[in-house]
């Protein structure tokens, strides 16, 4: 048996062998050891609302999704979901035949690459990437075709897109708002990127889990637009949006075709999960706008702070547009490495960050960006830009 030499991993197969650990992994386990406030990894450190968490452990009471629920999800959810999507968007949806449940966002993103790609399939994606993303495309035996979002604006180059397009392109990947730089897609930029899907008849995977998490304007889906809902999958999650990240429910919505396609390879997952929070979660879905309001609104404000803070901590922002994350530049304090100040800073000063350059196959492009998220207590993000004086 022959491991390359060094490998800690000598049984991972090759299709996964670039994706060891992920720097989320490392980065919480050094916040452990440090005692530093954690800004890596983005989840929220207060829970979503009381009223929902006992919406689930009323289900679990009443013997609502302990056993296994239907293979698309639990019908109150697959409605409710249906519902929000004509709510906020107008689009309309069969709960029956176009929606199907996930265990977050995470196995939709998986299901969906998994059914819809075959070997060698070039798929376009947004770069820096969500880290599940380059994963699932080369368990799926497909390749990665980055779009480099580039500082400071992180627009899509549109024309680079075009060029990007090949005849072994079958999906576009995106991901608006963006995480990690916060890039809100613009209605023109989805107009142009809807109008090569058209002409060059491409299949289109859109991860919207920040959809209630941008800060101007309003979240455009790109099933909205002309042409696209019948080759769109949209995809969203209650975990961002209701901060409850470890209930993992997640949805996509298609049109038939689509949904029976990833629900083919979902059954093989998970087959099904989260019985009695999918009860919960469609009451979630079905809370009125003041929660939807209140929720961007608290986030804003901690942009606000945080943007300050790092601001005067020396850092580069480039302020996001939406999610619950900031992008900043090291540079001007005189770093050229993100990996090793990120490293370096819970000792220089008890907080942790993210390196956008583990989200990018250039990594270059990355090099001196940092990534801290903001969705946590105001006192924590106050005390954070306390010790990041330091710098
Ligand atoms: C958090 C996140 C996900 C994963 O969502 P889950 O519902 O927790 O699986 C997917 N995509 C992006 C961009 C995310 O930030």
Redesign the pocket.
């Known amino acids: 048996m022959s491991a390359p030499v060094g490998s800690d991993r000598p049984f991972l197969n090759r299709r996964l062998a670039a994706f060891g650990t992920t720097i989320f992994a490392e980065m919480s386990a050094l916040a452990a050891r440090t005692g530093s406030i954690n800004l890596g990894q983005?989840f929220p450190d207060t829970d979503g609302p009381a009223e929902i968490a006992e919406a689930a452990v009323r289900a679990i009471r009443d013997g609502r999704g302990n056993q296994y629920p239907p293979g698309p999800g639990v019908p109150e959810l697959r409605r409710a979901i249906a519902a929000h999507q004509q709510r906020f968007y107008g689009l309309g949806y069969d709960p029956d035949t176009e929606v199907l449940v996930t265990a977050?966002?995470?196995?939709a993103?998986a299901a969906a690459l998994l059914a819809l790609l075959e070997p060698g399939d070039e798929v376009i994606a947004l770069e820096p990437f969500?880290d599940?993303y380059a994963a699932c495309i080369a368990m799926a035996g497909a390749v990665r075709v980055p779009l480099t979002l580039r500082a400071p604006d992180f627009r899509p180059d549109l024309d680079a897109l075009r060029d990007a397009i090949t005849p072994r392109t079958r999906l576009l990947l995106l991901?608006t708002p963006h995480?990690p730089t916060g890039t809100v897609l613009t209605r023109e930029e989805l107009a142009a990127i809807a109008e090569l899907a058209v002409e060059r008849d491409l299949l289109v995977v859109t991860?919207e889990?920040?959809e209630h998490l941008v800060f101007e304007g309003g979240h455009t889906p790109l099933a909205s637009l002309p042409g696209m809902r019948e080759r769109t999958v949209t995809i969203s999650?209650?975990?961002?949006t209701f901060s409850f990240?470890g209930w993992?429910v997640?949805w996509i919505t298609a049109p038939p075709a689509l949904v029976s396609a990833v629900r083919s390879a979902k059954q093989f997952l998970t087959y099904v999960s989260s019985g009695p929070f999918q009860y919960a979660v469609a009451e979630a879905l079905a809370l009125p706008d003041p929660y939807y309001e209140a929720f961007r609104a608290d986030l804003a404000a901690k942009r606000d702070l945080l943007t300050e803070g790092l601001t005067a901590a020396g850092l580069r922002v480039f302020r996001p547009q939406g999610?619950y994350f900031i992008t900043t530049d090291i540079s001007p304090l005189g770093e050229k490495d993100g990996l090793a100040f990120c490293r370096s800073l819970p000792e220089r000063c008890g907080v942790v960050a993210i390196p956008n350059q583990v989200f990018y196959d250039d990594v270059e492009a990355g090099a001196t960006q940092v990534r801290w998220a903001f969705c946590k207590k105001t006192e924590v993000l106050r005390e954070a830009v306390d010790r990041l004086r330091a710098l």
């Open positions: 983005g977050g966002a995470t196995e993103i969500y599940s991901n995480n991860d889990v920040y999650s209650a975990g961002k990240t993992k997640g999610t």
